[in-house]
């Protein structure tokens, strides 16, 4: 129910007098949302789970569906370079739970930045991650930070570089000259893993690292720290590491006899 409401919500912002606000919605994570694509057989389990529709029709229910996900195709479709939100994912569950039966066609929305995910859970466990470790909390987390860091304007412009987060090259950024150029923010793939197209400069960043040295006792750049601080931050890790030199003791002078 929570990402029905959700959608209808943000279409209501879909118009002239409201779009600025709509931008302040930078993600939108639906996790096993119906999304209408599935058939009334389907749709009658989903509805039998969810006594809120306990007394609507399945065709009813089918249409409600349809309706919601066409408004929220047009949001998407509305998006330009400079109105690039709300970003959307979709995940869904794969195990069966007693009164549904899972038909990914219900829960996978065509509507999402990614194609859409499936996790090894059933439709209550899927939403309740146990830990900051669970693949569920992490991919989520993922498309936030992502999103909380797109920037208005790269939408649209093409680029030859993928970082990829999901398949065997998760969490690396490669360049592919020789391919087509893909348009920034949508989906790229190599056969074997797949991500988002960002600018090619993000391809640069990947193994730089910045390098600040501190010189000076009681360096106004580290506090407390009396010598020589070199501090290095690998980009690609987001790893500090930090070196201090001591000056050297000074000795007493000796007196002359």
Same mark, same amino acid.
């Given at each position: 129910?929570?990402?029905?409401?959700?959608?209808?919500?943000?279409?209501?912002?879909?118009?002239?007098?409201?779009?600025?606000?709509?931008?302040?919605?930078?993600?939108?994570?639906?996790?096993?949302?119906?999304?209408?694509?599935?058939?009334?057989?389907?749709?009658?389990?989903?509805l039998s789970s969810n006594p809120q529709f306990k007394n609507m029709d399945s065709r009813d229910?089918?249409?409600?569906?349809?309706?919601?996900?066409?408004?929220?195709?047009?949001?998407?479709?509305?998006?330009?370079?400079?109105?690039?939100?709300?970003?959307?994912?979709?995940?869904?569950?794969?195990?069966?739970?007693?009164?549904?039966?899972?038909?990914?066609?219900?829960? +996978? &929305?065509?509507?999402?930045?990614? =194609?859409? /995910?499936?996790?090894?859970?059933?439709?209550?466990? @899927?939403?309740?991650?146990? !830990?900051?470790?669970?693949?569920?909390?992490?991919?989520?987390?993922?498309?936030?930070?992502?999103?909380?860091?797109?920037?208005?304007?790269?939408?649209?412009?093409?680029?030859?570089?993928?970082?990829?987060?999901?398949?065997?090259?998760a969490g690396q950024t490669q360049t592919f000259p020789n391919a087509p150029p893909s348009v920034?923010?949508?989906?790229?793939?190599?056969?074997?893993?797949?991500?988002?197209?960002?600018?090619?400069?993000?391809?640069?960043?990947?193994?730089?690292?910045?390098?600040? +040295? &501190?010189?000076?006792?009681?360096? =106004?750049? /580290?506090?407390?720290?009396?010598?020589?601080?070199? @501090?290095?931050?690998?980009? !690609?890790?987001?790893?500090?590491k930090t070196e201090t030199t001591k000056p050297a003791e000074k000795k007493p002078k000796q007196?002359?006899?």
């Open positions: 129910m929570g990402g029905l409401i959700t959608k209808k919500m943000l279409t209501a912002l879909n118009t002239p007098s409201e779009s600025e606000r709509l931008q302040h919605v930078h993600s939108t994570v639906f996790i096993a949302v119906p999304s209408g694509g599935a058939d009334s057989a389907s749709i009658t389990a989903w229910a089918e249409a409600l569906l349809q309706t919601i996900e066409g408004e929220w195709a047009s949001l998407y479709r509305a998006r330009d370079n400079h109105h690039p939100f709300p970003r959307s994912f979709v995940a869904y569950e794969t195990r069966d739970v007693i009164a549904l039966k899972i038909v990914p066609a219900l829960f +996978t &929305s065509s509507v999402s930045d990614l =194609p859409p /995910v499936a996790f090894d859970y059933d439709h209550i466990r @899927i939403v309740k991650p146990d !830990s900051p470790g669970n693949e569920v909390y992490k991919w989520t987390k993922r498309r936030i930070i992502e999103s909380s860091n797109y920037q208005v304007g790269g939408f649209g412009g093409l680029s030859h570089t993928c970082r990829f987060d999901q398949g065997p090259k920034v923010g949508s989906n790229c793939q190599d056969g074997v893993s797949s991500g988002i197209a960002v600018p090619d400069s993000a391809a640069h960043q990947q193994d730089s690292k910045v390098q600040q +040295t &501190s010189t000076g006792a009681g360096s =106004p750049n /580290v506090q407390g720290v009396q010598g020589d601080v070199t @501090i290095t931050v690998d980009q !690609s890790t987001d790893k500090t007196e002359n006899q």
